[in-house]
């Protein structure tokens, strides 16, 4: 069982920068892809970015490329996702979540294919 700890959720003005990070405990960790979805008010939940352990690769979705990126750190099994200039629409409950042997790609980039999920952390953005 993949345990999380997800952290870096909060209230942010619109504008500013945020970094969410969620490390997993897993005897590999470098068999996984970690990745980030959220859930706004009222909304289906989406993904956002991913990245696989093995190689780094990683996939940001369109609606936040050029303001969020994703990184790893194998060693610490952590991955973070850097939010900047963020907007109201931002605003959601942020989820990790972790697949073994899953690969970090677009057309494969959907919450079906996660199993391993954390509990979410909030992020609200004020205009």
């Known amino acids: 069982e993949v345990q999380f700890d997800e952290s870096g959720g909060g209230l942010v003005q619109a504008g500013g920068s945020l970094r969410l990070s969620c490390t997993i405990s897993a005897f590999t960790f470098a068999d996984y892809t970690i990745a980030w979805f959220r859930q706004a008010p009222g909304k289906e939940r989406e993904g956002v970015a991913c990245i696989s352990s093995y190689d780094g690769t990683t996939y940001i979705v369109d609606s936040v490329k050029g303001r969020f990126t994703i990184t790893g750190d194998n060693a610490r099994h952590t991955a973070t996702l850097h939010m900047n200039i963020v907007t109201p629409e931002d605003t959601a409950v942020y989820y990790c979540?972790?697949?073994?042997?899953?690969?970090?790609?677009?057309?494969?980039?959907?919450?079906?294919?996660?199993?391993?999920w954390g509990q979410g952390t909030q992020v609200t953005v004020s205009s």
């Open positions: 979540a972790a697949q073994r042997s899953f690969y970090c790609q677009p057309e494969r980039f959907d919450e079906l294919n996660f199993h391993n």
